[in-house]
């Protein structure tokens, strides 16, 4: 199947079991569509339990008697820097048929998902070399005499991995979830978004092609109910790691529980980004629309309640309206397009339904974003940027995680006021802070109650550093040594003489 080739024509996908493409048993297949012009690309096989169970079965076998648990850790980091080398080589055509498939732009899949899926191979491939092993050395009584004791801790890789993954970033967010487990020596079964299958489709390829062995890393399309549910509620499977929503990541902990998996949750948002009188008005501006209309606010880090201090706040508005206005929504394909389409028509009319409760609610439309009026684009699901002065913190708009192009924005005096205003929420992914007092920013920072906080900057970090939310934003850390320590289980084993 050439995946790159969904430019000139549908295709028709299969699953990935044990190093090959296969139908899904019950021959079942359901329709991909663009969403920017809702053009059929491909024909994708449609994954129920009997495939879970093939694919489970494959990816128990690689680990129970497979090499690739057992290879040196170094040769598992050639066989990742493979794949991020590959992964590079198809970037132009993975970036494509990203934007084509997810309706992301362009710029963003190019200049920033395929370099990240690369450099997330990299990164494990050097973690898991370099990550440091334990001993220790002590002396204990045992059975009447002193003994010398070295006690060192194993680590080994968990097991099969069931690793789910949302829409907005698919390549992305694969990468960040197979490298690791790949790295530490899991096998795994992939479970894509049924919106946005064929990168992940791809990568699998490329995974063989870059050495991974047959059966260590699986792909099952389909949809949530129906190849999700199976997968997590599968008692061979070890470790679920999962990014979505918090309605999906709270039933799976459920399901997890009844076997006692290992469960790390990426859940849903609704960050706050706080301007304070004195942040430089210009860097501010800039970071705040990029954290909140980026890939049309579709990203759980979206700062999405915008909070500026009373002393700017009307300048601070003008301009911020000025700009927002100014951004293009088009074909996700053109890099002239800040906005592409949103992932679904269901999905955009769920968006603007919060737009008509807004204004239901009493909210001041700032600007009232609606379809766009041109013709090349009435095929996608494409929604203009709104901004919503709330009368409250608490209706929908203020509340929900809606997903989509839609902020609402207040004005704030204190520091003390906003920060309980900001950690008003049940959700606690990140927050995002402009001030030019390093005293304000990292007092704020002690005090948002969420899993990240960025000053002067929106989602500048480093491989290294730990990725997740607290509240119902998420359960566990991904990133760096967190991944690292998720896939991997810890055994003791000590040595007496
Ligand atoms: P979703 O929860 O609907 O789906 C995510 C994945 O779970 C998909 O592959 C889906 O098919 C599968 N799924 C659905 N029902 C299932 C079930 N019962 N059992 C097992 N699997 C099931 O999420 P989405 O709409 O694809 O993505 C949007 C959500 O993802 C937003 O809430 C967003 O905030 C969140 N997200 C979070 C992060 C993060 O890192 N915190 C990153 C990106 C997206």
């Known amino acids: 199947m050439d995946l790159m080739a969904v430019a000139t024509g549908v295709q028709r996908t299969q699953l990935f079991i044990d190093g090959r493409f296969v139908d899904a048993a019950g021959g079942e297949t359901f329709e991909d569509r663009a969403p920017a012009t809702s053009e059929l690309l491909a024909h994708v096989a449609s994954g129920g339990a009997r495939d879970v169970d093939r694919a489970v079965a494959a990816a128990r076998r690689a680990f129970d008697g497979g090499p690739w648990p057992r290879m040196p850790a170094a040769q598992r980091a050639k066989v990742l820097r493979r794949l991020g080398a590959l992964l590079l080589e198809n970037a132009d055509a993975l970036a494509k048929l990203e934007a084509r498939d997810a309706g992301k ?179 501010a501006l800039e970071g705040s629309v990029l954290a909140m209309f980026r890939h049309s606010g579709q990203v759980c880090l979206a700062g999405t309640r915008l909070f500026v201090q009373a002393g700017i706040y009307e300048t601070f508005v003008e301009r911020y309206l000025e700009r927002v206005r100014a951004l293009r929504v088009g074909d996700p394909e053109s890099p002239e397009s800040d906005l592409g389409p949103l992932i679904s028509a269901p999905h955009r009319a769920r968006v603007e339904g919060f737009i008509e409760r807004a204004l239901a609610e009493g909210a001041t439309a700032l600007l009232h974003g609606g379809r766009p009026a041109h013709a090349e684009l009435a095929n996608g699901h494409y929604l203009e940027p709104s ?40 959700f606690g992914l990140s927050a995002y802070v402009w001030t030019r007092d390093v005293g304000t920013g990292m007092r704020a920072a002690e005090r948002l109650h969420s899993g990240m906080v960025w000053i002067n900057g929106y989602f500048i970090r480093d491989l290294r550093q730990p990725f997740g939310g607290v509240k119902e934003s998420g359960l566990g850390r991904e990133g760096g040594r967190w991944s690292l320590d998720f896939f991997t289980e810890p055994k003791l084993v000590c040595i007496a003489y």
């Open 105 to 283: 732009p362009f710029k963003e899949t190019a200049h920033r998902d395929v370099p990240r899926a690369a450099d997330n191979c990299a990164f494990f491939a050097s973690a898991i070399e370099q990550r440091a092993q334990q001993v220790t050395f002590d002396r204990k009584p045992f059975l009447g005499s002193e003994r010398e004791i070295v006690s060192l801790v194993r680590e080994e890789p968990v097991g099969v991995c069931a690793l789910l993954t949302p829409w907005n970033s698919p390549l992305m967010q694969a990468t960040w979830k197979i490298a690791p487990a790949l790295a530490a020596g899991n096998t795994c079964v992939l479970k894509p978004s049924e919106l946005t299958p064929l990168s992940t489709l791809k990568l699998a390829e490329l995974c063989s092609a870059a050495g991974v062995p047959d059966g260590v890393v699986n792909v099952v399309t389909g949809f949530g109910a129906d190849a999700g549910a199976p997968l997590v509620a599968d008692a061979r499977v070890d470790a679920v790691a999962f990014t979505g929503s918090v309605a999906v990541g709270t039933a799976i902990n459920v399901a997890a529980a009844q076997t006692l998996k290992k469960v790390t949750l990426e859940l849903g948002g609704k960050s706050a980004n706080i301007v304070f009188d004195d942040a430089d008005l210009e860097l």
């Open 387 to 426: 901004i919503f002065a709330p009368p409250s913190d608490e209706i929908a708009v203020a509340r929900e995680e809606i997903f989509g192009p839609v902020l609402s924005l207040f004005q704030f005096e204190t520091l003390d006021e906003v920060v309980a205003r900001a950690n008003d929420t049940r």
